[in-house]
Nanobody, 125 residues
Framework: QVQLVESGGGLVQPGGSLRLSCAASERTFNFVTMAWFRQAPGKVREIVAH????????YEADSVKGRFSISRDIASNTLYLQMNGLNPEDTAVYYCAARTNRYTNPSVRTAYEYWGLGTQVTVSS
């Protein structure tokens, strides 16, 4: 069973930056898409960004477009989320996810079979 482990979260001031990483425990030949979701207290888990494993197709939610960037490194089986211009509304637990079925909607949480445990991001002065 593939495990996903997130890292890089923490406390940052408004306007600051963080880079999240998600390491897969083994080679992921059958992954079609990897994604970052986030869940703030009292809110539903929402898509932040997703990227095809080939890297040719990516998507960022409107709320983070122009500030966040998703990327992946096949050689190290690692997914990244570069977050710039952070604001308090970005405070949430960030989860890494992966799906193997290319026929599901990559922007919905139910499309993903593999999940990490999450990393906390807190934006506060």
């Amino acid at each position: 069973q593939v495990q996903l482990v997130e890292s890089g979260g923490g406390l940052v001031q408004p306007g600051g930056s963080l880079r999240l990483s998600c390491a897969a425990s083994e080679r992921t030949f059958n992954f079609v898409t990897m994604a970052w979701f986030r869940q703030a207290p009292g809110k539903v888990r929402e898509i932040v960004a997703h990227i095809s494993w080939s890297g040719r197709v990516s998507y960022e939610a409107d709320s983070v477009k122009g500030r966040f960037s998703i990327s992946r490194d096949i050689a190290s089986n690692t997914l990244y989320l570069q977050m710039n211009g952070l604001n308090p509304e970005d405070t949430a637990v960030y989860y890494c996810a992966a799906r193997t079925n290319r026929y599901t909607n990559p922007s919905v949480r139910t499309a993903y079979e593999y999940w990490g445990l999450g990393t906390q991001v807190t934006v506060s002065s």
